[in-house]
């Protein structure tokens, strides 16, 4: 009988006014909540009480938090701050690590680029006029004496 269309074609919906009723209750009640939310007024009071309720949690947090760093201590467990320390360790190392790494890759490519001139042996290199100056004819670094 509910499935049996009416006159006009449509199906029979005996919720149907329901829900009109309640979608127009949630419209109304959305555009009052919108309303209040964006005054002065509702930002100034929420704002008291959340620096209320932060005053008041702030003592009963720290007992929290001081428990907590007891049990696992006494667990052998580690902490918030051991497992911060640690991570910054870990950090330090990763970033030393890549600094050799790349050391390492400019001195890999140092050795693997070609000569680009042949090397001459150590005899055949001439000794520059400074040097010859400063060793004396003989080769001494003695100051000669008349």
């Known amino acids: 009988m509910a499935n049996d269309p009416t006159g006009s074609g449509a199906q ?9 009723m309640r979608d127009s209750y949630f419209d109304v009640w959305a555009k009052t909540m ?19 309720y932060l005053t008041v949690s ?13 049990a696992l201590q ?5 902490s918030r701050a051991d497992v911060i320390s640690l991570a ?8 030393r690590l890549d600094d050799m790494d790349a050391k390492l890759d400019r001195i890999e490519a140092l050795f693997s680029r070609p000569a ?3 090397r001459r042996p150590a005899a055949a290199v001439p000794t520059t006029p400074a040097k010859q100056n400063r060793q004396g ?6 100051k000669r004496t008349k």
């Open 12 to 20: 029979f919906d005996p919720m149907g006014a329901w829900r009109q």
């Open 34 to 52: 919108v309303e209040t939310v964006n005054t002065e007024a509702y930002a100034k009071a929420t704002g008291s009480m959340l620096d209320a």
């Open 58 to 70: 702030s003592p009963f947090r720290e007992a929290v938090e001081k428990a907590m760093l007891q």
């Open 74 to 78: 006494q667990l052998s467990m580690p």
């Open 88 to 95: 910054e360790r870990l950090t330090n190392v990763e970033m």
């Open 116 to 118: 680009t001139a042949v």
């Open 137 to 142: 004819p003989r080769g001494s670094r003695r």
